[in-house]
């Protein structure tokens, strides 16, 4: 695997252990400050639901993390293109519902990861 996708593959990783640890310990604490246009006597309410996204984010960070271990070259690239499309998928979806700026954060790096993947 390319030396540059192993890195933004690794930078996408902390990303979402970010994410996870952000929506599943500091969803009420830190979540009023990064969506300051979600009410903020909402965030209690929906906390739960924040842990499980938070969950998912950490499940996308696992496989982009196991497919930086596998030796095997090919099998190395498939798992990271299928997670990397997960998270591709994933901030399209938030962009839409949520906030545009998920596809910066989320989707663009994604892309690039795929495009370091196959291109170089």
């Known amino acids: 695997m390319p030396t540059l996708a192993m890195i933004l593959i690794a930078l996408i990783a902390l990303l979402h252990l970010y994410i996870l640890w952000f929506e599943m310990f500091a969803w009420t604490t830190r979540g009023p400050k990064v969506f300051s246009t979600f009410p903020k006597d909402l965030f209690g309410p929906t906390k739960s639901m924040a842990a499980n996204q938070g969950l998912y984010n950490g499940f996308l960070s696992a496989g982009l993390i196991w497919s930086l271990l596998i030796t095997d070259t090919i099998w190395a ?37 795929l495009a370091a993947l196959y291109l170089f």
């Open 77 to 113: 690239a498939n798992i990271a293109t299928c997670f990397l499309i997960f998270v591709a998928v994933a901030g399209i979806y938030g962009a839409m519902t949520a906030s545009r700026k998920i596809i910066y954060v989320q989707t663009l790096p994604a892309v690039m990861a």
